[in-house]
């Protein structure tokens, strides 16, 4: 399955393991703008996080693969001096419990499956907080890895803020941005400020990886420090990032043709940029894509893989087409040409 | 017993809430607190925080714009619209 997140509800897209045929359904969770739609292999139950103009954030929930839903928003909050919350952004499931991200940036936790959250204060309680300024995007938080071996290794990341790391399952965050530019600030290498769009750990758990506003970065030292990869890449400027499930060393990314530019893919040609080596170079993938007056952009959750082998890789678009590969990058379709912004895109393995 | 006329929108995320419901008097945000007892979440999805409404939720009671605070009497008519928004 391949899970949509879109500015009018989730979408569900199931296939088989050959992933040719597509069927589409949805939309779910009332139509509502959902920025995450993601499934919890241990429980089989799918997730979505959004907020609507008039009832504020919600996380969706279904236990049936999409049929029927409950939602609910008990808890999204920072007290009565706090900012309003907007959306919610990003929901991780770990170990038993889930994590949500909100705008303006927030960190959650739920132990009953989503019915009720609770803050994790000591996210805000940064000194760093008081200077957190939104971006474009708002100020919101997309990016949140629980280390899989390791719950008490966390690291999220915050649109206009950077990236944080934490050792003690979210009691303590430290800011993790050396070597991270940041071409918009006065200081061109701050401690925080950076402009990151997506943040992910490759299968070795030890790779990180990240997508920014200001180019693409590796570390090998959990975000100790960064180094830039971009160099071969059409742009600096992207918002998506996937990596491969098995490959540390395979990332995939989209760059747009500039932050101020239009962002839209260079030249009008849809291209996923695909590295083998952990980004010391890359290859353009395009057979199938569109090579002529594709004026696309892609969001900072609106790429993935599955687990499969070959690995399958969705690119969804902000004006609602989603492409697939089922080779890892080879060759690609259009799964779908006309559904709402797609915000998120994620899989899931599901026996039939 | 005040009556309260809420949303239809609000019904598909509340299990069970009624498009109207009987409160006792008080406050809007008593009379809030009351229909959330009954169907947990009414507050959630009303209200941003203890103080104050959501900004795109409008509660009017006997024809006049409320807030949290504005009074509730037993022959009230409370009414929870939601207002022009989205895109």
């Known amino acids: 399955m391949v899970l949509l997140g879109t500015k009018k509800g989730a979408f569900i897209l199931e296939s088989t393991v050959g992933r040719k045929q597509w069927s589409v359904r949805g939309p779910y969770c009332q139509a509502w703008p959902i920025y995450h739609t993601v499934f919890d292999p241990a429980t089989k139950s799918i997730y979505a996080g959004g907020g609507n103009a008039w009832f504020g954030p919600g996380v969706w929930r279904s236990d049936d693969l999409g049929e029927t839903w409950s939602q609910s928003g008990e808890g999204f909050s920072y007290g009565d001096d706090g900012p309003r919350i907007d959306e919610i952004w990003h929901i991780t499931p770990a170990q038993g419990a889930l994590y949500a991200g909100a705008s303006p940036a927030g960190l959650f936790r739920s132990e ?18 008081p ?23 966390m690291w999220v990341a915050i649109s206009a803020v950077g990236t944080f790391e934490s050792t003690d399952g979210g009691q303590s965050w430290m800011t993790r941005n050396k070597g991270v530019r940041a071409e918009f600030h006065p200081e061109r290498y701050p401690e925080f400020g950076q402009c990151v769009h997506k943040l992910l750990l490759a299968a070795d758990g030890k790779q ?125 379709q259009e799964i779908a040409a006309h559904l709402p912004p797609i915000f998120s895109v994620e899989t899931a393995i599901v026996e039939g | 017993m005040a009556q309260v006329h809420l949303p239809t929108a609000l019904g598909a995320l509340v299990p069970g809430l009624p498009k109207r419901a009987e409160v006792d008097s008080g406050t809007v945000s008593e009379v809030i607190a009351q229909l959330n007892a009954r169907w947990p979440g009414v507050a ?24 949290m605070t504005t009074p509730v009497n037993a022959a009230s008519v409370v009414r929870v619209l939601t207002a022009v928004s989205g895109g």
């Open chain 1, 112 to 129: 009953d499956q989503g019915k009720t959250w609770q803050h994790v204060a000591s996210l805000r309680a940064h000194p760093s907080c």
């Open chain 1, 131 to 153: 200077q957190w300024t939104p971006g474009a995007g708002g100020l919101c938080l997309h990016s949140l890895i629980v280390h899989p071996d390791d719950p008490q290794h």
């Open chain 1, 208 to 332: 990180l990886y990240q997508q920014n506003h200001c180019g693409v970065y590796r570390s090998s030292d959990f975000g100790a420090q960064w180094e830039e990869i971009s160099a071969g890449l059409p742009s600096d400027f992207g918002f998506p990032l996937a990596l491969h499930p098995r490959d540390a060393a395979t990332l995939y990314v989209v760059p747009l043709n500039g932050a101020i530019e239009g962002r839209y893919v260079p030249d009008a040609r849809m291209v996923v940029w695909r590295s083998t080596d952990r980004g010391d170079t890359w290859t353009p993938l395009t057979k199938g894509l569109p090579g002529e007056h594709a004026y696309l952009g892609v969001l900072r959750e609106g790429m993935a893989v599955d687990a499969l082998d070959p690995a399958g890789i969705y690119v969804g678009t902000s004006t609602g087409q989603l492409f697939g590969s089922n080779d890892e990058g080879e060759s690609w």
């Open chain 2, 44 to 67: 959630a999805c009303l209200c941003a925080s203890r103080e104050a409404l959501r900004p795109h939720i409008n509660v009017y009671v006997d024809g006049r714009r409320a807030e």
